[in-house]
């Protein structure tokens, strides 16, 4: 096997697919989120705590100075990571959730046997007579 084949043997199978497919639209959700956060979440819940907008809090270690930018840690911008970690956190619990409470009813539920086929009942006539003959 060459590696061209092999590489689309591993490529196309079916799990690296749909892996794919899901970072694709975990990324999307994921700014979906982020936004979620940014602009919806975080202004009134600054508003609540006094007009605080919390993406620029920040502690000012050294002063800008010139043409030296200010050394600044912005944990305002790290609460907004928080938020948005805990509500995608949430949901991806609540979709697992979801998907196992749909697993265990079906585990739940009796299976019901399958019908037999057209062959089958032929064979089991053949089975019969060949009894009966005997």
Same mark, same amino acid.
């Given at each position: 096997?060459?590696?061209?084949?092999?590489?689309?043997?591993?490529?196309?199978?079916?799990?690296?697919?749909?892996?794919?497919?899901?970072?694709?639209?975990?990324?999307?959700?994921?700014?979906?989120?982020?936004?979620?956060?940014?602009?919806?979440?975080?202004? $009134?819940?600054?508003?609540?705590?006094?007009?605080?907008?919390?993406?620029?809090?920040?502690?000012?270690?050294?002063?800008?100075?010139?043409?030296? $930018?200010?050394?600044?840690?912005?944990?305002?911008?790290?609460?907004?990571?928080?938020?948005?970690?805990?509500?995608?956190?949430?949901?991806?619990?609540?979709?697992?959730?979801?998907?196992?409470?749909?697993?265990?009813?079906?585990?739940?539920?009796?299976?019901?046997?399958?019908?037999?086929?057209?062959?089958?009942?032929?064979?089991?006539?053949?089975?019969?007579?060949?009894?009966?003959?005997?």
């Amino acid at each position: 096997m060459n590696i061209v084949q092999e590489f689309k043997a591993f490529a196309l199978r079916g799990n690296i697919i749909d892996m794919a497919v899901g970072i694709i639209i975990g990324a999307g959700f994921g700014k979906i989120v982020d936004s979620a956060v940014k602009d919806v979440l975080m202004p $009134p819940l600054g508003f609540i705590v006094g007009g605080i907008d919390f993406s620029n809090l920040e502690i000012v270690l050294r002063q800008a100075a010139g043409t030296v $930018p200010a050394v600044t840690v912005k944990y305002g911008l790290f609460l907004n990571a928080m938020i948005s970690f805990t509500i995608v956190a949430f949901a991806v619990f609540m979709l697992i959730r979801g998907i196992n409470a749909l697993q265990k009813k079906e585990a739940a539920q009796p299976s019901v046997p399958a019908l037999p086929s057209k062959e089958e009942l032929l064979l089991t006539e053949i089975r019969d007579l060949l009894k009966r003959n005997n």
